[in-house]
């Protein structure tokens, strides 16, 4: 169906929607007659990974055009066990392990360093150089807000949230091996590295997000 239509059948003003929000798809994609579709927003403290940059996006759709920092989301399938939905960022976080940085998820070689750029986007993390099927271990205790496929340019990825309001992102896995709701510890194995997403050489793309902000993991990581 069209843009215009779909925007009509969802009472939105703008093409702007955000990750876990809800839209309804008219049957034989026309807005019905009998009825008006109610628009249901996102809440208000799930906010959109906004992405760009080296291991991340590798190019955005046209009807992207009205947000060119809003990267592209394919929405998650029901069919796969690691794919579950919306992110969900109530879930309660366990206090910090005690250290006062993070541990590395991976130990390898960083390829491209938070801020760097290519293809005009800027990296909101860092790429760790790693064998495809290596152990991604949790940088810190948490709870993972989410664990799934639907983030394109990342492919498999895991997103934990911390008691400090932190919020790691570990993309381009080849498998994940937690669900959204786990209580993870700090060293646990949560994925396997891969090249899932807009990655062209095995590697883990990752973040650090302070209140949804992008912040230079290195300045974390012990």
Same mark, same amino acid.
């Given at each position: ?9 969802? %009472?939105?003003? !703008? =093409? ?5 929000? #809800?839209?309804?798809?008219? *049957? &034989?994609?026309?807005? /019905? +007659? ?20 080296? %291991?991340?996006? !590798? =190019? ?5 055009? #009205?947000?060119?920092?809003? *990267? &592209?989301?394919?929405? /998650? +399938? ?145």
């Amino acid at each position: 169906m069209g843009v215009e239509a779909l925007k009509q059948a969802n %009472g939105l003003s !703008s =093409g702007l929607i955000r990750i876990g929000q #809800e839209l309804r798809i008219p *049957a &034989g994609g026309q807005v /019905p +007659t009998t009825q008006t579709a109610e628009a249901r927003p996102a809440p208000a403290n799930v906010d959109p990974i906004v992405t760009g940059g080296a %291991g991340t996006a !590798s =190019g955005q759709s046209s009807g992207q055009s #009205e947000s060119s920092n809003v *990267a &592209g989301y394919t929405p /998650p +399938t029901s069919s796969s066990r690691q794919t579950t939905g919306s992110i969900n960022q109530q879930e309660s976080a366990p206090a910090a392990s005690g250290p006062s940085g993070m541990r590395w998820p991976v130990r390898g070689r960083v390829i491209a360093g938070f801020g760097s750029s290519s293809g005009g986007k800027t990296n909101d993390g860092i790429d760790i150089a790693v064998p495809e099927g290596t152990a991604v271990r949790a940088a810190e205790n948490g709870v993972v807000i989410y664990a799934g496929d639907g983030l394109r340019e990342f492919g498999n990825t895991v997103l934990i949230r911390h008691d400090d309001g932190l919020v790691t992102v570990y993309g381009h896995n080849s498998r994940i091996n937690v669900s959204r709701g786990d209580t993870v510890r700090r060293g646990q194995e949560i994925a396997l590295s891969g090249m899932s997403g807009s990655a062209d050489t095995p590697r883990l793309h990752f973040e650090v997000r302070k209140d949804s902000t992008p912040v230079d993991p290195m300045t974390f990581l012990e």
